[in-house]
């Protein structure tokens, strides 16, 4: 099975910051990864899909960059509501595997 | 407008059973690969079953494999997960996904307490 680790478990920055979040496949998933947004008591809600596609109204300050195994997420400048819990997820082979997610915090 | 509604959590005995089901509408539930997703709380997401449209291909992750079983009713627009032999670990909120060339759909989720 596929596992992937995401890294930091959890960031604080200032508001305008430029932040990275990193997930790591263990072994090569193409470009089938998606990263999540999930605010306290929602339902995911998906932001980047293939790796580096941005979802249909999310703001252009997320990004994604990868392929393989190695995958990276940005927020170009944090905004106050950017405050949640971020996560990668693979999609090429079942089980579909998340990372234990990232807790972005405002310093 | 595409929406996922879950239902049938509550409050179960350990060992216990319950069927979770997921209504769709707002578009041809027929057409798309559904998953179950779940969250213990506190805790990150972890994908629990999948099936296609067709039904044809069902996976599930090994912690529920055996004990967890997904199904759909495309007549009816319905997902489902019976969930038998019930433990404590079960306990979370389960959420149901729609795949198409994106998982952009999510259920509100369903909470499914385990406990005695």
């Known amino acids: 099975d596929i596992q992937m680790t995401q890294s930091p478990s959890s960031l604080s920055a200032s508001v305008g910051d430029r932040v990275t979040i990193t997930c790591q496949a263990s072994q090569d998933i193409r470009h089938y990864l998606n990263w999540y947004q999930q605010k306290s008591g929602k339902a995911p809600k998906l932001l980047i899909y293939?790796?580096?596609n941005l979802e249909t109204g999310v703001p252009s300050r997320f990004s994604g960059s990868g392929s393989g195994t190695d995958f990276t997420f940005t927020i170009s400048s944090l905004q106050p509501e950017d405050i949640a819990t971020y996560y990668c997820?693979?999609?090429?082979?079942?089980?579909?595997?998340f990372g234990g997610g990232t807790k972005v915090e405002i310093k | 407008e595409v929406q996922l509604v879950e239902s049938g959590g509550g409050l179960v005995k350990p060992g216990g059973s319950l069927r979770l089901s997921c209504t769709a509408s707002?578009?041809?539930?027929?057409?798309?690969?559904m998953n179950w997703v779940r969250q213990a709380p506190g805790k990150g997401l972890e994908w629990v079953s999948f099936?296609?449209?067709?039904?044809?291909?069902?996976y599930y992750a090994d912690s529920v494999r055996g004990r967890f079983t997904i199904s759909r009713d495309n007549a009816r627009n319905s997902l489902y997960l019976q969930m038998n032999t019930l433990t404590a670990e079960d306990t979370a909120v389960y959420y149901c996904a729609r795949v198409g060339s994106r998982w952009s759909y999510w259920g509100r989720g369903i909470l499914v307490t385990v406990s005695s």
């Open positions: 293939e790796a580096s």
């Open positions: 707002g578009f041809i539930f027929s057409d798309y690969n």
């Open positions: 997820q693979q999609y090429d082979n079942p089980p579909f595997a």
């Open positions: 099936i296609s449209s067709s039904s044809f291909y069902i």
